[in-house]
């Protein structure tokens, strides 16, 4: 299994970015999803989830109202839309993937996670 992220980049307060997941080797759908994100001398955190196939979404509330997690099953694609970003949100993020369901009071928990992808970096300069 393999995650593969993409979509990072220079960005002005403000302004989008769209990353993207690509996960090959996993049963389309039948996964769950995690974005997290990790700031120089911070923790790595959570902040968009999709919990099972049904596509049950969650979010940490720093994103929340700003950022938008969805999947293509098709293409075994994860995606986070990132809108209104600012200064705080700049960090490595990464996509994480479970095989099967995540625990729904749990999705933070980097330790549901079975597969990580490699991160992408988002700055935001104000």
Known sequence: VQLQASGGGLVQAGGSLRLSCVASGLTSGYYGIGWFRQAPGKEREGISFISNSFGVT?????????????RDNAQ??????????????????????????????????REQYDFWGQGTQVTVSS
């Open 76 to 109: 075994n694609t994860m995606y986070l839309q990132m809108n209104s970003l600012k200064p705080e949100d700049t960090a490595l993020y990464y996509c994480a993937a479970r095989n099967g369901n995540l625990i729904s009071s749990r999705v933070g928990d």
């Open 58 to 70: 969650s979010y940490a509330d720093s994103v929340k109202g700003r950022f938008t997690v969805s």
